[in-house]
């Protein structure tokens, strides 16, 4: 199965049994991105966490015993 990554838009070739390519067949709004670009953006991710200055905005909702 023949890939385009999302950033760097590098084709590249995967096995068609694999479960991304089986992701990639079934699920259209799921995207490929290749090691290269998934490395990079980790290595940058993780800098950024170290700083200190990074937060995760999620919010965990809080129990309601209503």
């Given at each position: 199965m023949?890939?385009?990554?999302?950033i760097?838009?590098?084709i590249e070739k995967i096995e068609d049994e694999t479960l991304e390519?089986?992701?990639?067949?079934?699920?259209p709004i799921?995207?490929?991105?290749?090691?290269?670009c998934s490395t990079r953006?980790?290595?940058?991710?993780k800098a950024r966490i170290d700083t200190g200055k990074f937060r995760f905005y999620r919010e965990r909702p809080e129990k309601d015993d209503w």
């Open positions: 023949r890939v385009k990554c999302v760097c838009d590098k390519a089986k992701r990639l067949r079934n699920r799921h995207t490929y991105m290749c090691y290269d953006i980790a290595e940058k991710t």
